[in-house]
């Protein structure tokens, strides 16, 4: 039985072969090569409809109610509020509340503190009464938490500019780290591209530390008023964290003795740093939080609003804005249409789309516009290294991106171009420039090479998120998975990839995923990866994967892994079955041989009994990651593209798939 046009008819049949005994036969089952066919198939025209005209595809990019808050509060700051935007943003703030009166950070998550106090915030600043039930119900949890005092740094920074917390109290960052060599522990390069964008206005920030009038007091955030921020103790002389502690104390010391010409000098360098980042759009790193910190350094260094730099890197933040049909105002945190692109053209040919369909020269034409050709933050470390690769975003020309630039590759190959001599350079270029972005572990991180150091994160003012740029399994995987399409698998610089990834796997079978929510995308890139750098799908790593998958796999068929899992142990692997996590799982048991067991049945049948009438998938649930555990991301053609390719590799196969095993030689066993 198949689907009909509405996908209506079968669906319960599916559903209930989804649930069956993964052991028992599969005569009975629905003719699943043809569900998926025809899922496929619906999946492919409405992919194919969301396509812009110039080429690019762009899923909405959500995060949390943090990017709104602050949006407010930097308005406020530079007293550019109008009534339309305070309108819109409060809808939306309001809109994400829970039941209980505070926010969380993803989708049926706990409550967050701190988002809950820039919430709370920013509906004041929008005329929200604290008197207003939802209002009582967020302060008294607020309280309850030990009050603002327990919030991140980053929500104190904000308090800070207003007055409703003391400089004196926050961890101090001079902007004299502008003069640290390349080589001195905590130079800005030891930092990721994320936090080192950030941390550099934030010098200016800290060392100005300016306060604008308050339009309220917060006492009702504070369990006493009268004393904020209660006194702890410092930890042991001889820790980590009593020494940053006790630097901590001797910064803010020297922030009252510093020379002032050293320090004018010192922030006019950050001045410069922060200028010559700035993106052709206005933005800088094509990223909200460095955008938004870097307007208000210039702004306190004497930059106009009407000054072309400041009126770009305003405008620039307007295009974060998504309003919605409701008259909310969604702000995203970042907008991901190389990404986006390159995953929708991977899927659409791997489901059976010609490589020479319209849409698929467009988007290559589009992706081989965007190649970065020029030297970025990169080069620091890597100076002798030819420019070459692709970013994430619209722009951001500073920081291409090893993910991006594997994905692109790996999309570019699918296309039957007019041009191929064209997309093979731009592909030899970005080959090349992975290849030098390797760290000496052999693996790869995102944005640097080698940027490990383990100083960033032990610094006070750092509690939020990841601040350095490691190797990780995901990345690695897709480089990996890119090299050996390029015809590189037995390049020792490929092998080594093979070979650090065989020693990152888990006891579990499973690898940990940094960029996606978690094991289960760290998982579905990897065992790809090395199937198609050779190892045979007998290899003990690939079968302890699929061994694991099996385990996860829920009772209705899907996969699912909730957030959680970056904390606590019971929650690896587990969660609602969502429509893209069930894609890597997919993913990974197709590139293993298991494409003719009731598991992967079970999953395709999933995937069809859940896909909407327009050929979509509903996915209310955050898969993505930017920070593991601490910044969620929901992209919204996540749900798209990821079934779409595993329907696409069931049907008809994976295109670059090698029957070669490489034997002897990778390590680990390989």
Sequence with gaps: MTATTDGSTGAANLRAAAASDPTESTSAAPDMMAVARHAAERSVEHLL??????????????????????????RQFLGIQDPETVKAAARFIRGEQLG??????????????????????????????????????AAGWVREQGGIAESRVFTRIWLALFGWWKWDDLPELPPELMFFPKWVPLNIYDFGCWARQTIVPLTIVSA??????????????????????????????ASWDGVFQRLDKALHLYHKVAPRRLRRIAMNEAARWIIERQENDGCWGGIQPPAVYSVIALHLLGYDLDHPVMRAGLESLDRFAVWREDGARMIEACQSPVWD????????????????????????????????????????????????????????????????????ALALRRVRHPDPARVDAAIE??????????????????????????????????DFGEVIDPPSADVTGHVVEMLAVEGRAHDPRTRRGVEWLLAEQEASGAWFGRWGVNYIYGTGSVVPALIAAGLPAAHPSVRRAVDWLRSVQNDDGGWGEDLRSYR??????????TASQTGWALLALLAAGERETRSVERGVAWLAATQQADGSWDEPHFTGTGFPWDFSINYHLYRQVFPLTALGRYVYGDPFATATAIGAGTGKGA
């Design 341 to 408: 692109t390159c995953l929708a053209t991977i899927a659409l040919a791997d489901a059976g789309v010609s490589p020479d369909h319209p849409a698929l020269v467009r988007a290559a034409d589009w992706m081989l516009g965007e190649e970065i050709v020029r030297p970025g933050d990169w080069a620091v470390r890597k100076p002798g290294l030819a420019p070459g690769g692709w970013a994430f975003e619209f722009h951001n020309v500073n920081y291409p991106d090893i993910d991006d630039t594997a994905e692109v």
């Design 208 to 237: 100005k530390r300016p306060v604008r009038p308050a339009p309220f007091t917060l006492d009702e955030l504070h369990t006493d008023p009268a004393c904020p921020n209660p006194s702890r103790p410092t930890a042991p002389a």
């Design 568 to 577: 606590e142990e019971k929650w690896i692997g587990h969660g609602s079955s």
């Design 429 to 462: 270029r970005g080959v090349r420039w992975n290849l030098g972005m390797q760290s000496r572990n052999g693996a790869w991180g995102a944005f640097d090479a080698d940027n490990t150091s383990p100083f960033p994160n032990r610094l006070p003012f750092c």
């Design 100 to 137: 209980d009166g505070t926010w969380n950070t993803f989708y049926e998550g706990p409550p967050d503190l701190s988002a809950t106090v820039e919430a709370y915030v920013a509906l004041r600043l929008a005329g929200d009464r604290p008197d207003d039930p939802h209002m009582i119900r």
């Design 49 to 74: 409809g969301r396509q812009d005209e110039q080429g690019w595809w762009k899923g909405d990019l959500a995060t949390n109610v943090t990017m709104d808050a602050e949006d407010l509060l930097l």
